[in-house]
């Protein structure tokens, strides 16, 4: 059975302060995995994909990495409008499906 | 585009009442997914449809029912709603060929009473 795990559940950072997300996995053959970012009261929005160890994709502040057992979302210089859950998901190579973790709640103060 | 439409965006059953949700995708889309989510529990796979047709069980698909209307429609029904049913339900569509995400709606926050 395809696990997703992310930690920690709850991070909290001042502005400007750089942090790392973390989703650690355990997939038969991975396929691809996913990072979303939700607001409150919002369906997630996808941010990358990532298909191999050692991929890197970035976005304005965020940068994803991924190796054979984990993934990071590296937030650069945080603002307040970086605040949402962010959500890891795996795509097993045997499924159409994706299997999600229970996210992270990110919180930027200014 | 609009993407991915889900109706209605609340709604409030007693115990015992049916309802339909429905969803529609205009981006062409082959396969199309129904999640819920509830506080600490994460995204749970309801049902799902990996083309028109076709519809498989996801983790929890008990008491619900889906419809595959056409491609650009999945439907999820309850048929005898239970406060268990409260939640948050999104409907996603995925194309598939070329491994890209989910694209998800806005979703629909059932309460059950």
């Known amino acids: 059975e395809d696990q997703v795990t992310q930690s920690p559940e709850a991070l909290r950072l001042q502005e400007g302060e750089s942090s790392s997300l973390n989703c650690s996995y355990t997939v038969s053959g991975l396929r691809g995995l996913f990072w979303y970012r939700q607001d409150p009261g919002k369906g997630p929005e996808f941010l990358f994909t990532l298909y191999s160890a050692g991929e890197e994709k970035e976005k304005e502040r965020l940068k994803a990495t991924l190796t054979k057992k984990e993934s990071f979302l590296h937030i650069t210089a945080p603002k307040p409008e970086d605040s949402a859950t962010y959500l890891c998901?795996?795509?097993?190579?045997?499924?159409?499906?994706?299997?999600f973790g229970k996210g992270t709640m990110l919180l930027v103060s200014p | 585009n609009a993407g991915v439409t889900q109706t209605p965006k609340f709604q409030v059953l007693k115990t015992g009442q049916s309802m339909t949700l429905q969803c529609a995708q205009d981006m062409n889309h082959n396969s199309m997914y129904w999640y819920r989510q509830d506080p600490g529990m994460g995204l749970r796979l309801i049902y799902y449809s990996a083309s028109e047709g076709t519809t498989d069980k996801g983790e929890v698909p008990n008491g619900y029912n889906v419809s595959r209307l056409n491609k650009r429609e999945f439907s999820l029904r309850l048929e005898s709603a239970a406060p268990s049913q409260t939640s948050v339900y999104f409907c996603a569509s995925r194309k598939e060929t070329g491994g890209g995400g989910y694209t998800f709606g806005s979703g629909t926050r059932l309460t059950v009473v």
């Open positions: 998901a795996v795509w097993n190579s045997g499924y159409s499906t994706l299997t």
